[in-house]
């Protein structure tokens, strides 16, 4: 089972996640997968039909919101407004989980939701360092 990261009550960041990870993702009370991980990346990953596919299977909301390199303000926007119209707990996730975090954390700061230090703690309790991508 791929690590689920608990970023907040609200959202949950992983690294790749596998087809199987759905049902528990949906277990585990998940009500939305974003998966912001561009097809074809790795040979091996699930194209984003067969993850929705499993999401809808396992009673998942999906949405795909692929980021190459880091986001686009339009990126950030539509997770943004994803998130804030949704009744998660989401999960978010790509290779690493670190383009998930990123595009989320620039879409709270950018709204004004939280402040930079701390979308900074969050990031660490979650294993990732955000200090770099958020300014000083």
């Not at 690590?3 to 049902?23: E, M, N």
């Not at 978010?92 to 230090?117: K, N, Y």
Request: include cysteine.
């Amino acid at each position: 089972m791929t690590d689920f990261r608990r970023v907040t009550d609200a959202l949950s960041v992983a690294p790749q996640i596998a087809l199987a990870d759905l049902a528990t993702a949906a277990a585990q009370g998940f009500k939305l997968v974003i998966n912001n991980r561009p097809d074809g990346e790795d040979p091996s990953q699930p194209t984003s039909a067969e993850v929705e596919a499993a999401a809808k299977a396992a009673g998942l909301d999906y949405a795909y919101i692929p980021v190459r390199g880091g986001p686009t303000p339009d990126q950030v926007a539509q997770e943004h407004e994803l998130l804030a119209s949704h009744p998660g707990p989401v999960l978010a996730f790509c290779r690493s989980g670190t383009r998930s975090i990123v595009t989320w954390s620039l879409g709270q700061a950018s709204a004004g939701e939280r402040s930079r230090g701390e979308l900074v703690e969050l990031g660490a309790a979650a294993g990732y360092d955000l200090s770099g991508v958020l300014g000083a």
